[in-house]
């Protein structure tokens, strides 16, 4: 006797819900809880962290993120309008930016900020770690975010534009009280995982050295973790990099739906 189609799909999730109960029961019978405890959530270890994780190794990072994401937006806004120009060289300098910056890894384009033009001109940027770490990030993130503003620029319908320009405004005008506006509007979540990403990207700033005052939160917690011997430093800076961050996607999701239901 052939089974319903519906029966089937039924038991195919109940043998899958089984299984994973099963899995889940096998881990738990398995694990050394207390050794997982003591090395990953040790109180007294989490307690030494306080306050610094919060008021030097947090504060740092939120620091970090906002400076880089402030600077790759200016420079995204600009490569953005350089890619749509009308003028061949500004295109071609605007795509071979994004696509460089775009193919190298942070870390590389870091490297290059942080130790790469000292070694070459003998000039370092401003700022200490504050400057060189989030104008190496700002540089790529510039190249990603470019093309977000560029493609939210093109979401606009062109009829906006025209109808502006037949009413005598400038192109220039045009472009920023009127396509600018609506653009943001469509590419604020793209915009907000960006902003996600370069919280999470501020985490190779330890290429470039860093002082007691100057550490994010990963540098915090690996040396941490190396003086107590102990996981919980880890355990702690995840937290504080989801408490930061999971705001910011749920705003994201948010986004999305209200922009769905504009359409």
Do not use: C, H
Not at 28 to 38: E, G, H, I, N, S
Not at 44 to 73: E, Q, R
Not at 128 to 138: E, P
């Amino acid at each position: 006797m052939t089974l319903p189609a519906s029966q089937k799909v039924r038991l195919y999730q109940s043998a899958m819900y089984l299984l994973g109960a099963l899995v889940v029961l096998l881990v738990a019978l398995f694990t050394d809880w207390a050794k997982v405890q003591r090395n990953f959530f040790n109180l007294d270890v989490a307690a030494d962290m306080w306050p610094n994780v919060v008021t030097t190794a947090a504060i740092n990072t939120i620091v970090y993120t906002a400076l880089s994401f402030l600077l790759g937006f200016v420079l995204a806004l600009l490569l953005a309008l350089m890619r749509l120009s009308s003028l061949r060289a500004y295109r071609a300098f605007a795509i071979g930016y994004i696509e460089l910056f775009r193919g190298l890894p942070a870390l590389i384009t870091l490297l290059f900020v942080g130790y790469g033009i000292p070694i070459a001109f003998g000039w370092r940027l401003p700022g200490g770690t504050l400057g060189v770490g989030s104008a190496g990030l700002a540089i790529v993130a510039g190249a990603y975010m470019a093309e977000t503003i560029r493609a939210g620029i093109e979401a606009v319908p062109r009829g906006q534009s025209e109808a502006a320009r037949s009413l005598g405004m400038s192109k220039t005008r045009t472009m920023f009280t009127i396509v600018l506006p609506q653009a943001f509007r469509i590419i604020i979540p793209p915009l907000t995982n960006e902003l996600v990403l370069l919280i999470k990207d501020t985490s190779l700033f330890f290429i470039l050295g860093s002082t007691p005052e100057t550490k994010e939160l990963t540098k915090f917690a690996r040396d941490f973790m190396s003086s107590s011997r102990n996981a919980t430093p880890l355990t702690v800076a995840a937290l504080i990099y989801l408490i930061i961050t999971l705001p910011l996607t749920f705003l994201v999701r948010r986004l999305e739906r209200s922009a769905a239901k504009a359409r």
